[in-house]
C-alpha cells in the first residue's frame, strides 16, 4: 500500500495554519454530530425500554464522574527507595528527575546501591 501522506516539509506555514484551522473546524464539527447521534440512539433505547430519559441521563453522568474521579487515599503511597545518609529525612523514591541530593552523592562518587534505604521506608 503506497504512503500517500504529504510531505508537509514543502507547505508554506501559513498553509499549514489554515489547513490546522480547517481541520479543527472539521473535528469539532464531527463530534458535534456524533454527540447528537449518540443522544438520538440513546432516547430511541429509552422510549423503547419506557425508561424516563432524565434519570439516565443522570445515572450515566453520575457513573462516569465516579469512574473517572481517582481519590488520593485509595492511591498507594511509593515506597521509598534512596535515603541521604547525612540527613535520612531526605529521601526519594527512584521515580521522575533525581532530587539535588542524589545527584550530588552520585556526583562525589556514590552509587545507587550505597544510597538504598535498609529497611524501606515509606515516604511522606
Do not use: F
Not at 57 to 63: L, N, R, S
Not at 73 to 82: L, M
Amino acid at each position: 500500500m503506497k504512503d500517500t501522506t504529504p510531505d508537509l516539509t514543502r507547505i508554506p506555514s501559513t498553509d499549514l495554519e489554515r489547513i490546522q484551522h480547517q481541520l479543527n473546524q472539521e473535528i469539532t464539527q464531527r463530534k458535534k454530530r456524533e454527540i447528537s447521534r449518540l443522544r438520538r440512539d440513546i432516547s430511541n433505547v429509552a422510549t423503547r425500554l419506557n425508561i424516563p430519559l432524565q434519570p439516565l441521563i443522570e445515572a450515566v453522568i453520575q457513573k462516569v464522574a465516579h469512574d473517572t474521579s481517582v481519590s488520593a487515599s485509595s492511591r498507594s503511597r511509593a515506597t521509598t527507595v534512596y535515603q541521604n545518609p547525612d540527613n535520612p529525612s531526605q529521601t526519594w523514591v527512584g521515580r521522575g528527575r533525581p532530587p539535588r541530593w542524589y545527584s550530588a552523592l552520585i556526583d562525589q562518587g556514590y552509587t545507587p546501591d550505597q544510597l538504598k534505604c535498609v529497611p524501606a521506608t515509606t515516604e511522606h
